[in-house]
């Protein structure tokens, strides 16, 4: 098997693809990144004292997962309201009667949300689908509009729970976390590394 | 049916332009982490200036930062998804069409990934020059701040000659007029 097969393969990874898929994904895997790889560059600046370094990398660390705490608790709850939304106003998804039928809860719809064009097992007995049995393109965009449904709200959600409620949350809730932990050191004034995005 | 209904059923059709977009666009990862840099390039600063614990100077330049750090983000989000889903489509490219989809799904994933690990090497290269040029720029507007306010209190007073005069000669005796008066404000 060559290089190019052995990446192809695993780019084609459909648990890699479910585990990552929409805007959830990103944002949960991007900001575990970052509470991972931002304190560790922050602590590598050789040019900081090292109280310095220990306050930033700690509060930047702090930071990262009270956004990911956040991400959590907003974005679950707004993916089921846009669910709930497209189920009951959408208009198409009240002509996709037939697709939605078999769909009574949002779990549901994770799973055959999941790969739309590969259905799994579970999502064709959800659909009460035959095992060879594929969607149509009709009732494809007709679920990818309740899908979008789920993923406008968890955008909005993303952004108001990381852009504003974040850094207001954060800039009451680290100092005392960072006091508790023992890292009470005043901001340094400037730092070579700003890696707070 | 109601006029509630009514009302959501107008709004929903509305927003089937919006609902098709994000149910069908591959993009889902680029556009939450520019949208989300884009906003925080807006709000943190704006949180880190309101923040009473630290003192205006350093406030200041925390804000520039963050800013800097967001404009720089966004660009870097855009690009290496972009790159890594061009691989896919020249490179890598597979007969199965829902093959291929994933795959460029997957390497736009590991893109935004490979953005956020290199954002803060890209900062570190970027922004000390500009800061540095800021913080210059400032300290030059500060010196010639004090320099102006060293130089009005530096004028010559007037010179006023007591001489034994009589009380109309003296009161017409009026003080050298003081070239640069008042503090100059600003630049």
């Known amino acids: 098997m060559s290089i190019k097969q052995v990446v192809s393969n695993g780019l084609a990874s459909k648990n890699f693809n479910y585990k990552t898929k929409g805007i959830m994904g990103a944002v949960v895997f991007t900001t575990a990144l970052r509470a991972a790889s931002r304190p560790v560059v922050i602590y590598k600046d050789k040019k900081a004292d090292e109280e310095t370094k220990k306050y930033t990398a700690g509060k930047e ?28 106003f959408l208009k198409d998804g ?68 990381l852009t504003i409620i974040a850094p207001a949350l954060g800039n009451v ?13 005043n901001e340094p004034t400037q730092q070579k590394v700003d890696t707070k995005a | 049916m109601t006029e509630t209904q009514k009302f959501s059923e107008i709004m929903c059709d509305k927003c089937k332009g919006a609902f098709k977009f994000f149910g069908e666009s591959e993009n889902g990862a680029t556009m939450i982490t520019c949208a989300l840099s884009a906003f925080k390039g807006i709000f943190r600063p704006i949180f880190t200036l309101n923040d ?11 804000a520039i930062r963050e800013c800097l750090t967001e404009m720089i983000a966004i660009p870097l989000y855009i690009a290496t998804p972009w790159v890594a889903g061009k691989l896919v489509d020249n490179v890598l490219k597979s007969s199965n069409p829902i093959d291929n989809k994933r795959m460029r799904a997957n390497a736009k994933f590991i893109g935004t990934c490979a953005a956020v690990l290199i954002i803060p090497f890209v900062c570190n290269v970027v922004q000390p020059p500009i800061m540095a040029a800021i913080k210059e720029h400032e300290e030059a507007k500060k010196a ?26 003296s009161s017409l005796q009026k003080p050298v007029a003081i070239a640069n008066s008042g503090m100059r404000v600003g630049n």
């Not at chain 1, 009270?66 to 959590?72: D, H, I, Q």
């Not at chain 1, 907003?74 to 669910?83: D, E, Y």
């Open chain 1, 61 to 88: 660390f702090l930071y990262q997962m009270l956004s990911l705490v956040l991400t959590f608790a907003m974005v679950n709850p707004a993916k089921k309201l846009g669910f709930s939304f497209a189920k009951k």
């Open chain 1, 94 to 161: 009240k002509v996709a009667a037939e697709e939605l039928k078999g769909i009574k809860k949002f779990d549901d719809f994770e799973k055959v949300n999941l790969d739309l064009d590969e259905l799994t097992s579970d999502a064709k007995k959800i659909l009460g689908k035959g095992e060879k049995e594929v969607l149509s393109p009709d009732s494809i965009s007709k679920l990818k509009l309740v899908k979008g449904s789920v993923e406008l709200f968890s955008f909005v959600s993303s952004i108001v729970g």
């Open chain 1, 173 to 185: 809730v680290l100092h005392p976390i960072m006091k508790a932990v023992g890292l009470t050191k």
């Open chain 2, 52 to 62: 009473k614990k630290s003192d205006p100077e350093t406030k200041k330049y925390a």
């Open chain 2, 144 to 169: 010639k701040k004090s320099l102006d306010v060293t130089s009005v209190a530096d004028v010559q007073q007037p010179v006023v000659i007591n001489k034994p005069a009589t009380p109309i000669v």
